[in-house]
Antibody, heavy 125, light 106 residues
């Protein structure tokens, strides 16, 4: 059974760096073809894909946010860590991590077959 | 990037009725479209991938159809647990994009 859970601060100040952790079980990020993604949703807005990270440490970032995002993995802990720099109130929203459905190839895209419940992040002074 | 337009924004139906949800892409995504169900406080759930394929454990009452730019999610017989928000998502072109959702309410 695949499960994922996001954790991190609920409140960050403008200009600060956000660090979120995704802890997962039921799969390994050392298995060929496996990927994990981050997606967010601002209030009243559409879901927005942020990044994928893969078993081979390949990383694919959203073009609009790539300068602010860094993703890493710790396979010994079954965790993926997302950092986002220079936070702004418009970055307020719910952040989700999800398991990418195994599709070999086309690594820039994908769909997500298992999601965490999300963590709400508010950016405010 | 590809814009996905979902309609209607809200759909009011009763259990036992048939629901038809639409997703239109601003350009062709071939069959690379997925549908998700989302209930407040829960993890989103993949229902349909590649336009027509039900994900693991998804009941047969959920049916996906379409290709190119026009897609439909049909719930042929609504159960009480089906009332939720439904999103479409394309993976045909980079970056991945989502629709704004259709709220299916009782």
């Amino acid at each position: 059974q695949i499960t994922l859970k996001e954790s991190g601060p609920t409140l960050v100040k403008p200009a600060e760096t956000l660090t979120l952790t995704c802890t997962f079980s039921g799969f390994s990020l050392t298995t060929n073809g496996v990927g994990v993604g981050w997606i967010r949703q601002a209030p009243g807005k559409a879901l927005e894909w942020l990044v994928f990270i893969y078993w081979d440490d390949d990383k694919r970032y959203s073009p609009s946010l790539k300068d602010r995002l860094t993703i890493t993995k710790d396979t010994s802990k079954n965790q993926v860590v997302l950092t986002m720099t220079d936070m702004d109130p418009v970055d307020t929203g719910t952040y989700y991590c999800a398991h990418r459905r195994p599709i070999y190839g086309n690594w820039d895209t994908g769909d997500l077959d298992y999601w965490g419940q999300g963590t709400l992040v508010t950016v405010s002074t | 990037e590809i814009v996905l337009t979902q309609s209607p924004a809200t759909l009011s139906l009763s259990p036992g009725e048939r629901a038809t949800l639409s997703c239109r892409a601003s350009q062709s995504v071939s069959s690379s479209l997925a549908w998700y169900q989302h209930k407040p406080g829960q993890a989103p759930r993949l229902l349909i991938y590649d336009a027509t394929n039900r994900a693991t454990g998804i009941p047969a009452r959920f049916r996906g159809s379409g290709s190119g730019t026009d897609f439909t999610l049909t719930i042929v017989y609504l159960e009480p647990e089906d009332f939720a928000i439904y999103y479409c998502q394309q993976r045909g072109n980079r970056p991945v994009t989502f629709g704004l959702g259709t709220k299916l309410e009782i």
